[in-house]
DNA sequence: CGGCCATTTGATAGTCATCAACTACCGTGG
DNA sequence: CCACGGTAGTTGATGACTATCAAATGGCCG
């Protein structure tokens, strides 16, 4: 029983509007507006859905963990996200056709399925037209920072990043935040989103940890010193502090790390 | 007389619902419903807008060109694309409330402003509404095209594959293509979009060149073999053909390239 | 004409990819 | 239950690529 599917539904995008969230099985008690998404049980590799497929439907995940891989139209393959319960994968701002990208389930997973025109007129309310716009901000948002980090940032840099933000995605979903999270994805995935060899991330992983950041057994990972790695991640690593890139005044410390997951 | 602003209306999105558009300076013939929109002069280096600020206006470019420049919230800056005359700034999928990125003129330039409200009825056309998602549709692609490029190839193929997208976007724009163009954006504007430092952007261009690929002054630029770029981008450079990074079968060549500008 | 910035070019070192074993884990089947 | 095979992950050695540091050159604008 590695990780339960609980607090998915509370922090879906449709959660408002949909009739099964919460209520545990029981159908919808009232409204007749509200949602009952057909569930879909995917297997640790499946596809949620193929980029240049039609994009008929969207895909809100209650359990489990995706990627979202692109290929550029050279066949270059990069992973360019990861989800996680309460994100919904095939979610785009611009009702494209196609999907853009393809979704792999990194475990045994399940999924709702939404059909876009069902988006399409929760979308008419402008509470759930808010939300929906808000999220898929993010996720620019998110998209952005992972080209700056992959553009112009070093490997350990990009780690601590990524790191971080899956604690702070965890943390944002269960309450609880003792740094513990469980890596669904494979070091190669990860080399590919960051932009680097699984080696790497192999070695980058193992020197966190011998410098006592971290703790890491396989794909089971302990966040033991947040601070360190936030230090990393904003580079006070190897010059202690001044040269600073590029940045200019102001926003010395990040908030909280917003980044790579897309969907 | 370096660049001429007159194709920019007819590749304006606008193009369609714009009284100024083709008419030359005559007012609007007909139709009360066409816009006139305000025309701005900026400078080389001014800013059109800043990243951060309220998104009130959308900013189709008539004549120079600009640049978009994101900023992390850790301070990082890095250059997410370039813009020419007919693309317009400002414009995303999600209706932020503030630009996401800063928009920067690379030489004096011409802009109109349209009001968001103004784009956003505009929108309730469908014709309007197709084109526009269309845009901002390839605007996406674009973005993830450059992250892969950035995350997994390597210098001379970033460069490879920006110059025929500028080739390319310019030879959309105007009928003749001799391959001639002129970047508007210094080496440095370069290097930070494909991820390198300026000097190797230097030294990249100096061996294009060199070998007969380029022709190069300045910012003067002549694209002498398109097909041998077109090889280097793909990756058919060092070894002749066989290794092929992580691309599966089909898909071997790339009609057109469709890359890094953004806006 | 002089100063300043953009660009080029060279020398050097660092980072990270690559190649190559080697080890740990997981599921299967004997 | 344990041996086996295959995949995932670790670790080391090496070198390519590119960043970095340092001048030198070329243009452009007062």
Redesign the pocket.
Known sequence: MPDHGAPACSLCLFHAVCGVAETGGTPAPASSMRLQPERLTVRAGDFVFRQGRPALTVYPLRAGSAKQVYESPLGWRQVTGFALPGDVLGLEPHEAPQHSTTAVALQDSVVCAVSVETLRESMAAPPFRIAALEVMRRNAERERTLLVAVGS??????MAMLLLDLAGEQARRHGRQDGTLT?A?????I?SL??????????????F??VGLIA????RLRIIDPTGLASIYADLG?DAQR?A?ERDPGAEFAPGVTMCRVA
């Open positions: 940032m070093k490997a350990p840099q990009r890596l994805m494979s070091r190669s995935d080399a960051l932009g680097l060899t699984l080696e790497t991330v192999s070695r980058l992983l193992s020197r940890a011998s890491v057994r396989q794909r190897a040269p890139r």
